[in-house]
Protein backbone atom coordinates (compact mmCIF):
# COMPACT_ATOMS: atom_id res chain seq x y z
CA UNK A 1 0.00 0.00 0.00
CA UNK A 2 1.65 3.71 -1.40
CA UNK A 3 1.86 6.30 1.27
CA UNK A 4 1.06 9.94 0.62
CA UNK A 5 3.07 12.29 1.39
CA UNK A 6 2.15 15.36 3.35
CA UNK A 7 5.28 16.97 3.02
CA UNK A 8 8.60 16.71 1.06
CA UNK A 9 8.92 12.94 1.87
CA UNK A 10 11.55 11.47 4.37
CA UNK A 11 14.56 12.78 5.24
CA UNK A 12 16.75 10.16 4.05
CA UNK A 13 15.82 10.57 0.59
CA UNK A 14 16.42 14.28 0.28
CA UNK A 15 20.03 14.80 1.41
CA UNK A 16 21.81 16.22 -1.02
CA UNK A 17 25.46 17.72 0.33
CA UNK A 18 26.58 21.09 -1.17
CA UNK A 19 29.72 20.16 -0.45
CA UNK A 20 30.64 17.48 -2.51
CA UNK A 21 31.59 18.03 -5.97
CA UNK A 22 28.65 16.18 -7.45
CA UNK A 23 26.35 18.06 -8.94
CA UNK A 24 22.86 18.55 -6.75
CA UNK A 25 20.48 16.98 -9.74
CA UNK A 26 23.18 13.96 -9.47
CA UNK A 27 22.72 13.60 -5.96
CA UNK A 28 18.98 13.87 -5.86
CA UNK A 29 18.48 11.62 -8.92
CA UNK A 30 20.63 8.86 -7.25
CA UNK A 31 19.05 9.39 -3.67
CA UNK A 32 15.21 8.77 -5.77
CA UNK A 33 16.59 5.78 -7.12
CA UNK A 34 18.35 4.06 -4.33
CA UNK A 35 14.92 5.19 -2.23
CA UNK A 36 12.62 2.92 -5.13
CA UNK A 37 14.85 0.31 -5.24
CA UNK A 38 15.33 -0.25 -1.61
CA UNK A 39 11.64 0.12 -0.98
CA UNK A 40 11.63 2.86 0.76
CA UNK A 41 9.12 4.87 -1.81
CA UNK A 42 6.99 2.23 -2.87
CA UNK A 43 5.24 1.82 -6.30
CA UNK A 44 2.39 4.18 -6.70
CA UNK A 45 3.38 6.38 -3.93
CA UNK A 46 3.26 10.19 -4.65
CA UNK A 47 5.92 12.29 -4.78
CA UNK A 48 5.89 15.74 -3.76
CA UNK A 49 5.31 18.71 -6.36
CA UNK A 50 8.74 19.86 -8.11
CA UNK A 51 7.73 23.46 -6.35
CA UNK A 52 7.75 22.10 -3.23
CA UNK A 53 10.44 19.60 -3.49
CA UNK A 54 12.61 22.51 -5.17
CA UNK A 55 11.73 24.98 -1.95
CA UNK A 56 12.43 22.46 0.78
CA UNK A 57 15.72 21.06 -0.91
CA UNK A 58 16.56 24.65 -1.70
CA UNK A 59 16.96 24.48 -5.23
CA UNK A 60 15.63 25.68 -8.34
CA UNK A 61 12.45 24.32 -9.37
CA UNK A 62 14.37 23.38 -13.01
CA UNK A 63 16.71 20.65 -10.92
CA UNK A 64 13.87 19.09 -9.16
CA UNK A 65 11.69 18.91 -13.03
CA UNK A 66 15.20 17.54 -14.97
CA UNK A 67 15.69 14.98 -12.11
CA UNK A 68 11.77 13.41 -12.17
CA UNK A 69 12.23 13.77 -16.03
CA UNK A 70 15.36 11.90 -16.02
CA UNK A 71 13.72 9.15 -13.73
CA UNK A 72 10.86 9.26 -15.89
CA UNK A 73 12.80 8.21 -18.80
CA UNK A 74 14.29 5.60 -16.85
CA UNK A 75 11.21 4.15 -15.34
CA UNK A 76 11.21 4.91 -12.16
CA UNK A 77 8.72 7.21 -12.22
CA UNK A 78 4.90 7.90 -14.07
CA UNK A 79 3.10 11.11 -14.78
CA UNK A 80 -0.31 10.69 -16.25
CA UNK A 81 -2.15 13.31 -17.93
CA UNK A 82 -0.63 16.33 -15.72
CA UNK A 83 -1.24 14.73 -11.86
CA UNK A 84 1.02 14.33 -9.98
CA UNK A 85 4.56 12.10 -10.57
CA UNK A 86 4.37 9.06 -8.93
CA UNK A 87 6.45 5.88 -8.29
CA UNK A 88 6.43 3.60 -11.28
CA UNK A 89 4.39 0.39 -10.43
CA UNK A 90 7.01 -1.66 -12.13
CA UNK A 91 10.08 -0.23 -10.20
CA UNK A 92 9.90 -2.66 -7.65
CA UNK A 93 12.95 -2.91 -5.48
CA UNK A 94 16.03 -5.60 -6.14
CA UNK A 95 15.30 -9.53 -4.28
CA UNK A 96 18.71 -8.15 -2.50
CA UNK A 97 19.59 -11.75 -0.50
CA UNK A 98 23.10 -12.24 -1.43
CA UNK A 99 23.60 -15.97 -2.06
CA UNK A 100 27.16 -17.37 -0.96
CA UNK A 101 29.22 -17.75 -3.74
CA UNK A 102 30.58 -21.14 -4.47
CA UNK A 103 34.52 -21.82 -3.04
CA UNK A 104 34.69 -23.94 -6.61
CA UNK A 105 37.32 -23.02 -9.31
CA UNK A 106 36.16 -22.75 -23.66
CA UNK A 107 34.72 -19.28 -24.80
CA UNK A 108 32.62 -19.68 -27.60
CA UNK A 109 32.92 -17.23 -29.96
CA UNK A 110 30.70 -15.10 -32.46
CA UNK A 111 30.41 -15.95 -36.01
CA UNK A 112 32.85 -13.25 -38.21
CA UNK A 113 31.48 -9.96 -38.78
CA UNK A 114 29.06 -9.91 -41.80
CA UNK A 115 30.65 -7.76 -44.36
CA UNK A 116 30.70 -7.15 -47.97
CA UNK A 117 34.53 -6.34 -48.35
CA UNK A 118 37.16 -8.27 -48.50
CA UNK A 119 39.76 -6.04 -49.96
CA UNK A 120 41.68 -2.87 -48.45
CA UNK A 121 39.71 -0.24 -46.86
CA UNK A 122 40.83 3.23 -46.78
CA UNK A 123 38.12 4.75 -44.16
CA UNK A 124 35.87 2.43 -42.72
CA UNK A 125 32.14 3.00 -41.20
CA UNK A 126 32.14 -0.16 -39.57
CA UNK A 127 29.78 0.23 -36.77
CA UNK A 128 30.80 -0.80 -32.87
CA UNK A 129 34.67 -0.22 -33.16
CA UNK A 130 35.98 2.60 -30.62
CA UNK A 131 39.16 4.67 -30.80
CA UNK A 132 41.65 1.64 -30.94
CA UNK A 133 44.19 4.72 -30.90
CA UNK A 134 43.11 6.11 -27.41
CA UNK A 135 43.15 2.48 -25.67
CA UNK A 136 45.23 3.83 -22.74
CA UNK A 137 48.07 1.78 -22.97
CA UNK A 138 50.75 3.11 -20.40
CA UNK A 139 47.80 2.45 -17.55
CA UNK A 140 46.65 -0.35 -18.39
CA UNK A 141 50.85 -2.09 -18.39
CA UNK A 142 51.44 -0.19 -15.15
CA UNK A 143 47.86 -2.05 -13.71
CA UNK A 144 49.06 -5.49 -15.37
CA UNK A 145 52.83 -5.07 -14.39
CA UNK A 146 51.13 -4.89 -10.40
CA UNK A 147 48.67 -7.33 -11.10
CA UNK A 148 51.50 -10.16 -11.80
CA UNK A 149 53.80 -8.51 -8.96
CA UNK A 150 51.29 -8.42 -5.99
CA UNK A 151 48.99 -11.39 -6.72
CA UNK A 152 49.50 -13.91 -4.21
CA UNK A 153 50.29 -17.42 -6.00
CA UNK A 154 46.86 -19.04 -5.50
CA UNK A 155 45.99 -16.46 -8.10
CA UNK A 156 47.87 -18.91 -10.84
CA UNK A 157 45.76 -21.76 -9.76
CA UNK A 158 41.87 -21.85 -11.61
CA UNK A 159 39.80 -19.32 -10.19
CA UNK A 160 36.70 -18.49 -9.01
CA UNK A 161 34.35 -19.16 -12.38
CA UNK A 162 31.72 -16.10 -11.14
CA UNK A 163 35.29 -14.38 -11.51
CA UNK A 164 38.07 -12.45 -9.13
CA UNK A 165 36.11 -11.11 -6.09
CA UNK A 166 38.13 -7.78 -5.85
CA UNK A 167 36.63 -7.33 -9.58
CA UNK A 168 32.88 -8.16 -9.10
CA UNK A 169 33.16 -5.61 -6.02
CA UNK A 170 34.70 -2.54 -7.74
CA UNK A 171 32.72 -3.53 -11.25
CA UNK A 172 29.29 -3.75 -8.87
CA UNK A 173 30.05 -0.83 -6.74
CA UNK A 174 31.30 0.65 -10.54
CA UNK A 175 27.66 -0.17 -12.30
CA UNK A 176 25.36 0.64 -9.55
CA UNK A 177 26.82 4.67 -9.39
CA UNK A 178 27.30 4.89 -12.77
CA UNK A 179 24.80 2.30 -14.84
CA UNK A 180 22.07 2.63 -11.92
CA UNK A 181 22.22 -1.03 -12.20
CA UNK A 182 21.36 -3.07 -8.92
CA UNK A 183 24.29 -5.12 -9.31
CA UNK A 184 25.41 -7.20 -6.46
CA UNK A 185 28.68 -9.26 -7.01
CA UNK A 186 27.55 -12.22 -5.43
CA UNK A 187 25.09 -12.59 -8.87
CA UNK A 188 28.23 -11.01 -10.96
CA UNK A 189 30.04 -13.05 -13.71
CA UNK A 190 33.10 -12.37 -15.03
CA UNK A 191 33.14 -12.79 -18.91
CA UNK A 192 34.76 -12.89 -22.23
CA UNK A 193 32.62 -9.67 -23.24
CA UNK A 194 28.85 -9.73 -24.79
CA UNK A 195 29.50 -12.63 -26.97
CA UNK A 196 29.92 -15.12 -24.45
CA UNK A 197 27.92 -13.46 -21.70
CA UNK A 198 25.14 -14.08 -24.10
CA UNK A 199 26.01 -17.58 -25.08
CA UNK A 200 25.93 -18.21 -21.41
CA UNK A 201 22.99 -17.11 -20.77
CA UNK A 202 20.93 -18.43 -23.38
CA UNK A 203 22.56 -21.83 -22.39
CA UNK A 204 21.05 -21.55 -18.49
CA UNK A 205 17.80 -20.48 -20.06
CA UNK A 206 17.54 -23.36 -22.57
CA UNK A 207 18.10 -25.31 -19.54
CA UNK A 208 15.17 -23.59 -18.19
CA UNK A 209 13.06 -25.22 -20.74
CA UNK A 210 12.83 -21.64 -23.23
CA UNK A 211 12.65 -22.45 -26.62
CA UNK A 212 11.48 -18.87 -28.27
CA UNK A 213 14.00 -15.97 -27.87
CA UNK A 214 12.76 -12.63 -29.29
CA UNK A 215 15.31 -10.46 -30.94
CA UNK A 216 14.79 -6.87 -32.05
CA UNK A 217 14.19 -6.19 -36.16
CA UNK A 218 16.51 -4.47 -36.90
CA UNK A 219 19.33 -5.91 -34.61
CA UNK A 220 22.33 -7.33 -34.00
CA UNK A 221 22.75 -10.46 -36.34
CA UNK A 222 25.30 -11.82 -34.51
CA UNK A 223 22.83 -12.04 -31.40
CA UNK A 224 20.75 -14.20 -33.94
CA UNK A 225 22.99 -16.32 -35.09
CA UNK A 226 24.34 -17.09 -32.12
CA UNK A 227 20.39 -18.12 -30.50
CA UNK A 228 19.94 -20.07 -33.65
CA UNK A 229 23.16 -21.99 -33.55
CA UNK A 230 22.41 -22.98 -29.75
CA UNK A 231 18.86 -24.42 -31.08
CA UNK A 232 16.42 -21.47 -30.07
CA UNK A 233 13.45 -20.24 -32.71
CA UNK A 234 13.85 -16.83 -32.98
CA UNK A 235 11.24 -14.40 -33.06
CA UNK A 236 11.43 -10.89 -34.85
CA UNK A 237 9.71 -7.88 -32.88
CA UNK A 238 9.82 -4.62 -34.63
CA UNK A 239 11.60 -2.00 -33.43
CA UNK A 240 10.27 1.48 -34.04
CA UNK A 241 11.30 4.87 -32.97
CA UNK A 242 10.32 4.07 -29.11
CA UNK A 243 11.94 1.09 -29.09
CA UNK A 244 10.99 -2.70 -29.55
CA UNK A 245 7.03 -3.30 -29.55
CA UNK A 246 6.28 -4.63 -26.69
CA UNK A 247 2.54 -5.49 -27.57
CA UNK A 248 3.95 -7.33 -30.40
CA UNK A 249 6.36 -9.68 -27.63
CA UNK A 250 3.54 -10.36 -25.85
CA UNK A 251 2.12 -12.51 -28.82
CA UNK A 252 4.74 -13.63 -29.85
CA UNK A 253 4.96 -16.66 -27.94
CA UNK A 254 9.21 -15.81 -26.65
CA UNK A 255 10.16 -16.75 -22.90
CA UNK A 256 13.56 -14.58 -23.70
CA UNK A 257 14.23 -11.36 -25.57
CA UNK A 258 17.29 -9.70 -26.63
CA UNK A 259 17.27 -6.23 -25.84
CA UNK A 260 19.55 -2.98 -26.61
CA UNK A 261 17.11 -0.84 -24.16
CA UNK A 262 20.15 2.54 -23.88
CA UNK A 263 20.91 2.73 -26.99
CA UNK A 264 19.35 0.23 -30.00
CA UNK A 265 21.53 -1.44 -32.30
CA UNK A 266 21.57 -0.58 -35.31
CA UNK A 267 18.72 2.27 -35.10
CA UNK A 268 20.14 4.41 -31.82
CA UNK A 269 16.29 4.66 -30.48
CA UNK A 270 15.88 4.52 -26.62
CA UNK A 271 13.27 2.40 -25.17
CA UNK A 272 10.51 4.55 -23.99
CA UNK A 273 9.63 4.47 -20.55
CA UNK A 274 5.83 3.36 -20.66
CA UNK A 275 7.72 0.47 -22.87
CA UNK A 276 10.20 -0.29 -20.08
CA UNK A 277 7.19 -0.93 -18.04
CA UNK A 278 5.76 -2.54 -19.87
CA UNK A 279 8.05 -4.86 -20.64
CA UNK A 280 9.18 -5.54 -17.41
CA UNK A 281 5.03 -6.15 -16.61
CA UNK A 282 5.10 -8.60 -19.43
CA UNK A 283 8.41 -10.27 -18.25
CA UNK A 284 7.08 -10.95 -14.88
CA UNK A 285 3.45 -11.93 -16.09
CA UNK A 286 5.25 -14.61 -18.82
CA UNK A 287 8.01 -15.69 -16.16
CA UNK A 288 10.69 -14.19 -19.11
CA UNK A 289 14.29 -13.24 -18.99
CA UNK A 290 15.08 -9.96 -20.60
CA UNK A 291 18.62 -10.05 -21.97
CA UNK A 292 19.95 -6.20 -21.71
CA UNK A 293 22.90 -5.39 -24.05
CA UNK A 294 24.25 -2.65 -22.46
CA UNK A 295 27.08 -2.33 -24.88
CA UNK A 296 27.91 1.67 -25.01
CA UNK A 297 25.61 3.65 -22.80
CA UNK A 298 28.86 5.40 -21.17
CA UNK A 299 29.19 7.40 -24.21
CA UNK A 300 26.02 9.84 -24.70
CA UNK A 301 25.68 13.12 -25.73
CA UNK A 302 22.57 15.07 -25.04
CA UNK A 303 21.42 13.93 -21.66
CA UNK A 304 22.53 12.12 -18.74
CA UNK A 305 23.09 8.38 -19.53
CA UNK A 306 19.57 6.59 -19.09
CA UNK A 307 20.03 3.95 -16.13
CA UNK A 308 20.14 0.40 -17.07
CA UNK A 309 16.41 -1.89 -17.33
CA UNK A 310 18.38 -4.34 -14.87
CA UNK A 311 17.97 -1.53 -11.87
CA UNK A 312 14.23 -1.79 -12.47
CA UNK A 313 13.43 -5.83 -12.49
CA UNK A 314 16.80 -7.08 -11.06
CA UNK A 315 15.40 -10.45 -11.36
CA UNK A 316 14.39 -10.45 -14.35
CA UNK A 317 16.97 -8.63 -16.21
CA UNK A 318 20.28 -10.10 -17.12
CA UNK A 319 22.20 -7.25 -18.14
CA UNK A 320 25.95 -7.81 -19.94
CA UNK A 321 28.37 -5.08 -20.49
CA UNK A 322 31.85 -5.22 -21.19
CA UNK A 323 34.74 -3.15 -21.82
CA UNK A 324 34.79 -3.37 -25.72
CA UNK A 325 33.52 -0.19 -26.65
CA UNK A 326 34.98 1.99 -23.23
CA UNK A 327 38.29 0.32 -23.81
CA UNK A 328 38.81 -2.43 -26.26
CA UNK A 329 37.28 -5.44 -28.21
CA UNK A 330 40.77 -7.28 -27.92
CA UNK A 331 40.76 -7.46 -23.94
CA UNK A 332 37.63 -9.63 -24.29
CA UNK A 333 36.38 -8.88 -20.52
CA UNK A 334 32.53 -7.99 -19.78
CA UNK A 335 30.46 -8.89 -16.72
CA UNK A 336 26.92 -10.75 -16.55
CA UNK A 337 24.51 -8.90 -13.63
CA UNK A 338 22.37 -12.11 -13.20
CA UNK A 339 18.78 -12.56 -11.84
CA UNK A 340 19.91 -14.40 -8.80
CA UNK A 341 18.13 -17.43 -9.64
CA UNK A 342 20.19 -17.88 -12.68
CA UNK A 343 23.71 -16.93 -11.01
CA UNK A 344 25.15 -20.54 -9.97
CA UNK A 345 24.04 -21.81 -13.70
CA UNK A 346 25.16 -19.16 -15.20
CA UNK A 347 28.92 -19.45 -13.36
CA UNK A 348 28.74 -23.03 -14.08
CA UNK A 349 28.31 -22.45 -17.75
CA UNK A 350 31.60 -20.27 -17.24
CA UNK A 351 33.24 -23.23 -15.67
CA UNK A 352 32.46 -25.38 -18.70
CA UNK A 353 32.91 -22.96 -21.36
CA UNK A 354 37.12 -21.31 -20.44
CA UNK A 355 37.43 -22.12 -16.14
CA UNK A 356 37.29 -18.73 -15.87
CA UNK A 357 38.35 -15.10 -17.46
CA UNK A 358 42.08 -14.46 -17.43
CA UNK A 359 43.26 -13.70 -13.50
CA UNK A 360 45.74 -10.75 -14.23
CA UNK A 361 43.46 -8.87 -16.74
CA UNK A 362 40.70 -9.26 -14.30
CA UNK A 363 42.97 -7.37 -12.11
CA UNK A 364 44.16 -4.95 -14.17
CA UNK A 365 40.42 -3.95 -14.90
CA UNK A 366 39.46 -3.63 -11.25
CA UNK A 367 42.52 -1.84 -10.55
CA UNK A 368 41.56 0.91 -13.11
CA UNK A 369 37.79 1.09 -11.89
CA UNK A 370 39.11 1.52 -8.58
CA UNK A 371 41.81 4.35 -8.94
CA UNK A 372 39.43 6.04 -10.82
CA UNK A 373 41.23 6.08 -14.07
CA UNK A 374 38.62 4.20 -16.21
CA UNK A 375 36.35 6.99 -15.37
CA UNK A 376 38.99 9.38 -15.85
CA UNK A 377 39.91 7.79 -19.44
CA UNK A 378 35.61 7.41 -20.52
CA UNK A 379 35.95 11.80 -19.74
CA UNK A 380 38.83 12.30 -21.70
CA UNK A 381 37.09 10.51 -24.80
CA UNK A 382 33.39 11.43 -24.64
CA UNK A 383 34.99 14.81 -26.29
CA UNK A 384 37.08 13.14 -29.08
CA UNK A 385 33.68 11.01 -29.84
CA UNK A 386 31.82 14.36 -29.48
CA UNK A 387 33.98 15.94 -32.16
CA UNK A 388 33.74 12.81 -34.49
CA UNK A 389 29.83 12.85 -34.70
CA UNK A 390 29.86 17.01 -34.63
CA UNK A 391 31.91 16.54 -38.26
CA UNK A 392 29.59 13.87 -39.11
CA UNK A 393 26.77 16.00 -38.66
CA UNK A 394 28.25 19.10 -39.90
CA UNK A 395 29.86 17.46 -43.46
CA UNK A 396 26.44 15.53 -44.14
CA UNK A 397 24.51 18.53 -43.32
CA UNK A 398 26.88 20.30 -46.23
CA UNK A 399 27.74 18.25 -48.53
CA UNK A 400 24.26 15.72 -48.45
CA UNK A 401 21.57 17.85 -46.72
CA UNK A 402 18.87 15.37 -48.05
CA UNK A 403 20.56 12.67 -45.77
CA UNK A 404 18.66 12.47 -42.43
CA UNK A 405 20.83 11.59 -39.76
CA UNK A 406 19.45 9.54 -36.54
CA UNK A 407 20.71 7.10 -33.48
CA UNK A 408 22.88 9.90 -32.36
CA UNK A 409 21.90 10.14 -29.04
CA UNK A 410 24.72 8.02 -27.45
CA UNK A 411 27.73 6.10 -28.41
CA UNK A 412 29.47 6.18 -32.14
CA UNK A 413 26.94 5.02 -34.83
CA UNK A 414 24.21 6.76 -36.53
CA UNK A 415 21.66 5.79 -39.10
CA UNK A 416 21.70 7.56 -42.00
CA UNK A 417 18.76 7.42 -44.24
CA UNK A 418 19.31 7.92 -48.13
CA UNK A 419 17.30 9.82 -50.14
CA UNK A 420 13.98 7.92 -51.72
CA UNK A 421 15.15 6.11 -55.02
CA UNK A 422 18.75 5.59 -53.63
CA UNK A 423 19.81 1.88 -53.78
CA UNK A 424 21.22 0.79 -50.38
CA UNK A 425 23.31 -1.98 -51.92
CA UNK A 426 24.31 0.17 -54.87
CA UNK A 427 26.17 3.06 -52.49
CA UNK A 428 27.52 0.26 -50.71
CA UNK A 429 29.28 -1.28 -53.21
CA UNK A 430 30.08 1.83 -55.19
CA UNK A 431 31.96 3.11 -52.21
CA UNK A 432 33.98 0.51 -51.74
CA UNK A 433 35.05 0.85 -54.94
CA UNK A 434 36.30 3.78 -53.47
CA UNK A 435 37.89 2.35 -50.68
CA UNK A 436 35.11 3.56 -48.45
CA UNK A 437 33.78 1.12 -46.13
CA UNK A 438 29.40 1.25 -45.46
CA UNK A 439 27.18 -0.88 -44.27
CA UNK A 440 23.74 -1.17 -45.14
CA UNK A 441 20.92 -1.56 -42.49
CA UNK A 442 19.20 -4.65 -44.77
CA UNK A 443 22.07 -6.66 -42.98
CA UNK A 444 20.14 -6.03 -39.79
CA UNK A 445 16.76 -6.77 -40.86
CA UNK A 446 15.10 -9.74 -40.20
CA UNK A 447 11.50 -9.37 -40.44
CA UNK A 448 9.42 -9.48 -44.24
CA UNK A 449 9.28 -5.76 -45.04
CA UNK A 450 5.39 -6.45 -44.95
CA UNK A 451 4.95 -5.32 -48.66
CA UNK A 452 7.06 -2.28 -48.59
CA UNK A 453 10.81 -2.03 -49.58
CA UNK A 454 12.72 -0.47 -46.38
CA UNK A 455 13.84 2.70 -47.08
CA UNK A 456 18.01 2.89 -48.32
CA UNK A 457 20.46 3.23 -44.88
CA UNK A 458 23.48 3.31 -43.67
CA UNK A 459 24.96 2.10 -40.27
CA UNK A 460 27.50 4.28 -39.94
CA UNK A 461 29.93 3.70 -37.42
CA UNK A 462 32.60 7.00 -36.39
CA UNK A 463 34.06 5.47 -33.16
CA UNK A 464 37.44 4.50 -34.89
CA UNK A 465 37.71 7.51 -37.59
CA UNK A 466 39.59 10.49 -36.79
CA UNK A 467 37.09 13.83 -37.97
CA UNK A 468 39.10 14.30 -40.81
CA UNK A 469 38.73 10.77 -41.91
CA UNK A 470 34.90 10.84 -41.18
CA UNK A 471 34.46 14.32 -43.65
CA UNK A 472 36.86 12.68 -46.02
CA UNK A 473 34.24 9.44 -46.33
CA UNK A 474 31.09 11.15 -46.07
CA UNK A 475 32.48 13.93 -48.83
CA UNK A 476 32.91 10.35 -50.97
CA UNK A 477 29.16 9.26 -50.09
CA UNK A 478 27.43 12.74 -50.97
CA UNK A 479 29.82 12.08 -54.65
CA UNK A 480 28.07 8.69 -54.72
CA UNK A 481 24.62 10.04 -54.04
CA UNK A 482 25.14 12.87 -56.66
CA UNK A 483 25.24 10.14 -59.13
CA UNK A 484 22.70 8.21 -58.02
C1 LIG B 1 25.07 -4.68 -30.26
C2 LIG B 1 26.39 -5.02 -29.65
N1 LIG B 1 26.43 -5.47 -28.41
C3 LIG B 1 27.58 -5.77 -27.79
C4 LIG B 1 28.78 -5.62 -28.44
C5 LIG B 1 30.04 -5.93 -27.70
O1 LIG B 1 30.38 -7.25 -27.85
P1 LIG B 1 31.64 -7.83 -27.07
O2 LIG B 1 31.51 -7.38 -25.65
O3 LIG B 1 31.53 -9.29 -27.21
O4 LIG B 1 32.87 -7.30 -27.72
C6 LIG B 1 28.79 -5.18 -29.75
C7 LIG B 1 30.06 -5.03 -30.48
O5 LIG B 1 30.13 -4.46 -31.52
C8 LIG B 1 27.56 -4.86 -30.37
O6 LIG B 1 27.50 -4.39 -31.62
Sequence with gaps: MSI?????????LLRVDRNRPEPLRVQLERALRESIRAGRLAAG????????????????????????????????LVTRGGSATRVAAEARPPVAEPQPVPAVPSSLSLPPESTAFTGPVRIDFRPGVPDLSSFPRERWSRALRRACRDAPGDLLGYGDPYGDPVLRDVLAAYLRRVRAAAADPSHTVVCAGYAQGLQLVLRVLAGEGVRVVAV??????????????????????????????????????????????????PTGV??????????????????????EDDYDAEFRYDREPVGALQGLAPDRVALIGSVSKSLAPALRLGWILC??????????????????????????????????????????MRPRYAARRAALVEVLGRHAPEVELRGLAAGFHAVAQLPPGADERAVVEAARRRSVGLYGMSGYLLGPPEGRPSPARLVLGFGN????????????????LRGC
Excluded: M, N
Excluded at 348 to 361: L, T, V, W, Y
Excluded at 466 to 478: F, L, M, P, R, Y
Design 45 to 76: ERLPSSRVLARDLGVSRGLVTECYAQLQAEGY
Design 465 to 480: LTSDAVSDGIATVADL
Design 339 to 380: PPRLSADVADQKRFADRGSPAFDQLALADLLSSGQYDRHLRH
Design 4 to 12: EWTGSGPEL
Design 270 to 291: VLAPDRRQALIAWAVARDATIV
Design 216 to 265: EDPGDPDCRAVATALGFDLVAVPVDERGIDVGTLATSGARAVLLTPAHQS
